[in-house]
């Protein structure tokens, strides 16, 4: 599912499904800036997964180019419901697992929205 580029150094990238398609387009992105020769064969992605609701990507001899990139990526995975891909999601909270869930997804699996996102709406005068 994954495209299999040399540069991914990782057993197996594993995202939670939702966020397949951004881990695939992360990987076509350094893709292209290696066919342009901005990035050269030191660059490596040793790691690509989902912790604590954020996505985390971890490279080798990354430039700057990378690490905006993956910053983009993350801020986007933040608001992505990692169960359907759907784009108007937020931190939802079960017990102390955390994810980032749809409104409908959240109510599937049980979980509730963070409450300090509520606390901020909800601040006693
Ligand atoms: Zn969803």
Known sequence: MYPNYTFVNVKRVKLPKGWV?????????????KQKQILDDSFLVCGMQERFGKLDVQCCNAPLVVERLISEFSI?????????GYFLAVLHKRNNWVRVLCADC????????????????????
């Open 21 to 33: 398609m951004l881990g695939v387009d992360l990987l076509h992105e350094f893709h292209d800036l």
């Open 76 to 84: 986007q995975a933040e608001s992505t419901c990692q169960d359907c």
């Open 106 to 125: 959240a109510l599937k699996s049980n979980y509730r929205l963070m409450t300090s996102n509520s606390n901020l709406t909800h601040r006693p005068r």
